[in-house]
Structure formats: structure tokens, C-alpha cells
């Protein structure tokens, strides 16, 4: 069985999905095989694993940062949230139910075997499993059969990294508040701890690491700068899709930022090209004049296409179209794009609605969730579009519901050894449900140069940057800084241990 270490936060967003990607890639690169393993993810960002199975986009990011495949029993259960209250649980890479916060926390108990069963079968084919925890292990509210914090611990038997985040202050009270709250026995799986994005001069913090040592009676092993690691986020908490009102570059395209955005990660590879704006608007007075105007997928599109319906961006987005603007929906910006959305069996909010009018689509939900990794091809597109004709992609689909048109497709797209027809175009509106385009460097190329040349402007130094290999630097880059900032003997000697 493999040895576990854990890497468990003060509080979300401290920075344990980075760490953990840089401890798997350290292991690799020291010749062990290591896997991630997260019990619980609450995320909109997911990925669909070679065999089908949907996890957290940050256990795919870990397991790259691995050099092994994206791995289902990497993260067992995945909760999308649905609404403020509810959400839908994904067991072992499939729906299982939507359910309300109080539902899943009264069920949690039945859960538990399939973390168990899940952790033990991933321990058994590595040498070092790097699990992540969930939030904080102080929610002393959630403690109560906990199978994701210190319960997953005492699972793996796994001691625990404790990673504090300085850059929003006040690190000192939360690391001790949180070896003070928690209950003596998880106090002892606490081995080190971590502050995490440090910026200043490293003396004037250091009387602080002895003190904090003392008090919590547990070593600092290190501290890491804040670094500008270009790493897929988990989740919109990133300061990647914060709300940005104006362009910046020669080619400004647009995003709406849906209330349940998902998988926003899409359009990371546009933001590397030189010259591109990739940016987020909440509502109709800041989208402006973009390039390109982009629907992101959504968790729940009849929702947020009643969201933006209400707050005047949708006849925004239908008068930038009319007046011959480019929009591409993807996934529930696809759906949205349509004619007419119908839930019959209420998988979202049930009954029918009208879409934007702006695709020959309708769009009918059922129980199926489409969950394939998927290679594929533009169609000889017409219209605004047409300059993506031809281009190849690799690609995932993830969605609930089916389109029907009688239109040409964008896209054809091979699941397995079936072809099948993908999205609709009408001149300069577009849609598909494949998910990763973008990561193709021919159809970021195709676009980027599509927008430059209606703009009529050259871009300089234009380039589009291949993603596997960006990726690749970047984990390494990502795995050095914490290599160099963390007391990497102590790390081994803890692993070692165990509990």
C-alpha cells in the first residue's frame, strides 16, 4: 500500500490545490509513482476522465502534475453546486442525486465506503498518495462524521500539512485557531505547517515562525512565495474571472461571467496569446464592443439564462449580435443560444423556456449525463466563422441535456469509434458542447487570426502556444518554487512516519 501525507488549509483558497499539485510532480520527478486523491470536491470545474468518469478539475490538474492519467478514483465524490442550497452529487464519476446541503449531510454517513473503497484500490497501484483535503478542518460544524479533513486522515492514517494563507492576512490566529479548535487526537496528524504566498522580506516574518512554533507546538516546514503560476484554478473563486470592464489588448474578447459558471478553464489558452484580452462582465452596461463574445458553460442554464435575462444582458448580447458581433455559446451558452429550452423530467427547474433566439436549436433535458472525452474537427463552416473550417481538436463533452436542428453542424466529433454531428452556426452566431477547444494551438491560431483580420490588424508576435507543453513548464516551475521554499527532508522524514 502506498504512503499517504495530507495537505489540509485554514480556510478554502489557502492554496492546498497548488501545494498538492507541487508535491505530486516533486515525487514524480524523485522517481516515485504518485497519485492525488481528494474524498469530497465542491467545484464547477470538472474534467472527464479516458474512460468517461467525471472528478474535480483539480485532481486532473494533480494527476498531470503526476504524469498519470486522470484517474476517477482520484476524487469519488464531486458536489456541483445547482443553487445556494444544493447541489448535484457525482459518485464514483456519475450522477448519483441532486440533492439540498441538509439531505447530503444526513446521507454523508453511506458515502463513506465509497471513499474507503476508492482511496484503497488508488493506494494499492502507487507508491505515495498526496490527498487534499476540503475548506478547513475547524468547521467544527462539519466534524461530525467527517470523511474529507481529519476523518480522510485516520482514513489513510495519513499525517497532515497544515498550509496557512499570509497574503490575506492574519495567518498567525488562523493556523493556531485551527490546531486550537480541532480535538486533541487530529491535533496530533498536524506534522508542519506551511504559510503559503509570502511577499516581503522573509527576516522581518521569522520571529513570527518561532512563536507560532511554540504556541502550536509544530514545525514550520517552509514558506512559499506568492507565485504567478499559470495552473488551472479549481474553482471562480480565481482571480482569473474577476470582472473586468475594459479591453486592454488589440483583441478583446469577452466572457459572460454566469452566476454558476463552469469550466471557465476553457479560455485560459486564449489569454496566452500575445495581443488577447480575455475578459469577464457581469452585466449589459460593461460588455462593450468586443471581438468575441463567449457563453461559458453553466451548472444550471435555464437559471442563469433567467439571470441574464432579468439584468438586461441578454438583449445586450442579441442587439451586439444583430449588429453582426460574434458570439460563440459553449456547452449551456450553447443551449442558451437556442430556441427553446424544455426540462420535462425537471433535471434543472422544469417546464420549457425561450432560449436567445439566436440558433436554430431546441434543446431538451433528460436524466443522461453525456460524459466522453471526444477528438474531432470543424465542419466547412459558413459565414463569420469560417476561417475555423477544417481545424482539429481534442476535446471532452459534459452536459445533461441534447440539441436538435436541422441546421449544419459546427463540428463533427468522434466518441469512441462513433461520429457524431456537434453544434449549429448561423453566420456570425456559433455553438458547440465540446469543452477544450482551445487547448488545440490550430484552433487558438484560427482564431486569434479570424479576429485579427476582421479587425484589420497584424499581431505582433503572434503565437499559440502549444498547451500540453506549457502545462508541462509550468508544473515544473510550480514543483521548484516549492521544492526551494519547503524543508523537503522533513517532508520525506513525515511521510516516512506516518502517524
Not at 71 to 91: A, F, H, W, Y
Not at 448 to 457: H, K, N, S, T, Y
Amino acid at each position: 500500500m502506498a504512503r499517504a501525507i495530507m495537505v489540509q488549509g485554514t480556510a478554502s483558497n489557502a492554496g492546498k490545490s497548488l501545494i498538492t499539485a507541487a508535491l505530486c510532480r516533486i515525487f514524480r520527478q524523485d522517481g516515485y509513482r504518485v497519485a492525488p486523491f481528494k474524498s469530497q470536491n465542491m467545484a464547477l470545474n470538472s474534467f472527464i476522465t479516458p474512460d468517461g468518469f467525471e472528478i474535480g478539475r483539480a485532481q486532473a490538474v494533480q494527476a498531470e502534475a503526476a504524469k498519470v492519467a486522470p484517474d476517477v478514483r482520484m476524487n469519488p465524490i464531486l458536489m456541483k453546486p445547482t443553487s445556494d442550497t444544493g447541489s448535484q452529487v457525482i459518485v464514483n464519476g456519475k450522477p448519483f442525486r441532486d440533492m439540498p446541503a441538509w439531505d447530503y449531510y444526513e446521507r454523508k454517513t453511506r458515502l463513506r465506503p465509497y471513499v474507503e473503497q476508492a482511496y484503497n484500490s488508488l493506494a494499492e497501484d502507487y507508491d505515495i498518495i498526496v490527498i487534499e483535503g476540503a475548506g478547513s478542518p475547524a468547521e467544527i460544524n462539519l466534524s461530525q462524521d467527517d470523511f474529507v479533513n481529519m476523518g480522510m486522515a485516520k482514513i489513510a492514517r495519513a499525517p497532515v500539512l497544515l498550509v496557512g494563507d499570509i497574503d490575506k492576512g492574519g495567518v498567525f490566529a488562523s493556523l493556531y485557531g485551527t490546531c486550537a479548535i480541532i480535538q486533541p487526537d487530529e491535533r496530533d496528524l498536524i506534522k508542519g505547517l506551511i504559510i503559503n504566498k509570502f511577499r516581503g522580506d522573509l527576516e522581518i516574518l521569522r520571529p513570527g515562525l518561532k512563536m507560532i512554533e511554540d504556541l502550536c507546538a509544530k514545525p514550520v516546514l517552509g514558506v512559499i512565495p506568492f507565485g504567478r503560476f499559470d495552473i488551472e484554478d479549481e474553482d471562480s473563486v480565481s482571480a482569473r474571472v474577476e470582472f473586468a470592464a475594459t479591453r486592454q489588448g488589440a483583441i478583446d474578447i469577452a466572457v459572460v461571467r454566469l452566476p454558476r459558471i463552469s469550466n471557465f478553464t476553457d479560455f485560459n489558452p486564449l489569454e496566452r496569446i500575445p495581443g488577447v484580452t480575455v475578459r469577464y462582465v457581469l452585466d449589459a452596461k460593461h460588455l462593450g464592443s468586443p471581438d468575441l463574445l463567449i457563453i461559458p458553460g453553466s451548472k444550471n442554464t435555464m437559471a442563469d439564462l433567467s439571470v441574464i435575462r432579468q439584468n438586461g444582458l441578454e438583449a445586450a448580447i442579441k442587439h451586439y449580435a444583430s449588429n453582426s458581433g460574434l458570439v460563440l455559446g459553449i456547452c449551456g451558452g450553447y443551449q442558451m443560444l437556442g430556441a427553446t429550452i424544455s426540462d420535462p423530467d425537471g433535471v434543472e427547474a422544469g417546464g420549457e423556456m425561450r432560449g436567445m433566439e439566436l440558433l436554430p436549436i431546441d434543446t431538451v433535458f433528460r436524466g443522461e449525463k453525456t460524459t466522453v472525452q471526444v477528438t474531432g474537427a470543424f465542419e466547412r463552416v459558413s459565414g463569420a466563422f469560417a476561417p475555423l473550417s477544417d481545424t482539429r481538436f481534442e476535446g471532452y463533452e459534459i452536459h445533461m441535456g441534447e440539441s436538435a436542428t436541422a441546421s449544419p453542424p459546427l463540428t463533427t466529433v468522434r466518441r469512441g469509434d462513433t461520429r457524431v454531428a456537434d453544434g449549429a452556426f448561423a453566420d456570425n452566431v456559433a455553438g458547440t458542447y465540446v469543452h477544450g477547444l482551445f487547448d488545440s494551438a490550430e484552433v487558438a491560431a484560427a482564431l486569434a487570426q479570424m479576429l485579427a483580420d476582421r479587425r484589420g490588424i497584424t499581431l505582433e508576435n503572434f503565437t499559440a502556444i502549444d498547451s500540453r507543453e506549457y502545462k508541462e513548464t509550468q508544473y515544473d516551475l510550480l514543483a521548484a518554487s516549492v521544492r526551494e521554499s519547503l524543508d523537503m527532508d522533513a517532508v520525506y522524514r513525515i511521510l516516512e512516519r506516518g502517524v
